[in-house]
């Protein structure tokens, strides 16, 4: 199923329990992000929707209220009563382990749009119980652009195909991968499975990952062998030490207090008064990076390449808006 579909359908969800009363389809067209303007599209999407629901169990009730659903028109609303969960009785440990998870999935990608859907509702005039919406946020939440495409492929048995540049390395090698699982380890997302250049199994962190993840193979086409513990494939590797590299930066004069300290040797630079020239030693790019970020324009690294590179994408994410802090966690 799409993202925007399945947004569509939570939205839809969202949308029939919050409200009391039977709303009309048209409502629900007003209320509900995603479809279409034509009528015809409309009616058949709609169509297509109540059927999945039903499909999956919702409780799709029909019915009209003279009081507020236009008459006698039909229309649609899910009873909580009938929706919600029965009493659930937790032992210590496992209530532990749902609020750690809680702590994963209530940074969601769809909450956002759930909430869209409950402030059209409310700006359209209809009634609805908050209360009952509470706890519909799913998404985990890190700053990797290639997560959302990745985690997409483990869900949906798709190949895919991506450029990646490895430690110490400055060129970008494109690599086949059939994808088995998602992980986090030490802040850092991993993704796992089967590499198809080298024909062995094969674990890329995803901040490595140049560009676009693109489709390599139809939905379905991958199959994750038995016994494959993806965890503990990504979590019993090491990541090997890299040697210590030097970076040749420029420093504003009076400013960057930080890396002057770090600094091995720091000396005016010949060709512009305003800045000074140092030399750092740093060994992990990724690490190092994002320090260096955080002194914006009072820092210009020069030397070597990977190391600009990532400080200009770091920058980059965080004008876009999208750097956090990824929680420890797995999507498989």
């Avoid at 199923?1 to 409200?19: D, F, G, H, Q």
Wanted: glycine share 10%; with cysteine; aromatic share 6%.
């Amino acid at each position: 199923m799409s993202r925007r579909k399945t947004e569509r359908l939570l939205n839809l969800v969202v949308c029939l329990l919050a409200t009391r009363r039977y709303l009309t389809a048209e409502q629900i067209r007003r209320a509900v992000p995603g479809y279409p303007d034509s009528d015809e599209a409309f009616k058949r999407m709609f169509e297509r929707d109540k059927e999945e629901l039903r499909e999956l169990g919702v409780p799709l009730e029909v019915g009209s209220d003279l009081q507020g659903g236009g008459g006698e028109e039909i229309g649609y609303r899910i009873p909580p009563q009938a929706y919600e969960l029965p009493d659930i009785h937790l032992t210590p440990d496992e209530a532990a382990v749902l609020g750690l998870a809680a702590r994963v999935w209530q940074r969601a990608s769809m909450a956002e749009a759930a909430s869209g859907a409950l402030l059209k509702l409310r700006a359209a005039g209809v009634e609805t119980d908050v209360s009952a919406a509470v706890g519909i946020e799913p998404r985990v939440n890190t700053h990797d652009p290639a997560f959302p495409a990745l985690w997409e492929a483990v869900r949906d048995g798709r190949p895919v195909a991506f450029g990646y540049q490895g430690i110490g390395r400055t060129s970008v090698a494109r690599r086949h991968l059939e994808p088995w699982g998602v992980v986090s380890r030490r802040g850092r997302w991993y993704v796992v499975g089967f590499d198809r250049d080298r024909e062995e199994q094969r674990v890329f962190r995803l901040s490595r990952i140049v560009g676009e993840v693109a489709a390599d193979g139809p939905a379905g086409s991958v199959t994750v062998p038995d016994g494959v513990d993806v965890r503990r494939i990504a979590f019993d590797r090491d990541d090997p030490v890299s040697e210590p590299r030097p970076a040749v930066v420029r420093l504003r004069r009076g400013a960057a207090q930080g890396p002057r300290r770090w600094a091995r040797d720091v000396r005016p630079a010949g060709d512009d008064p305003g800045w000074d020239e140092a030399t750092l030693t740093f060994r992990d790019v990724e690490r190092f990076a994002p320090y260096l970020a955080r002194f914006a324009d009072d820092v210009v690294v020069l030397d070597p390449p990977d190391l600009r590179e990532a400080v200009i994408q770091h920058l980059k994410s965080v004008l876009a808006g999208t750097a956090g802090h990824p929680e420890e966690g797995e999507v498989r």
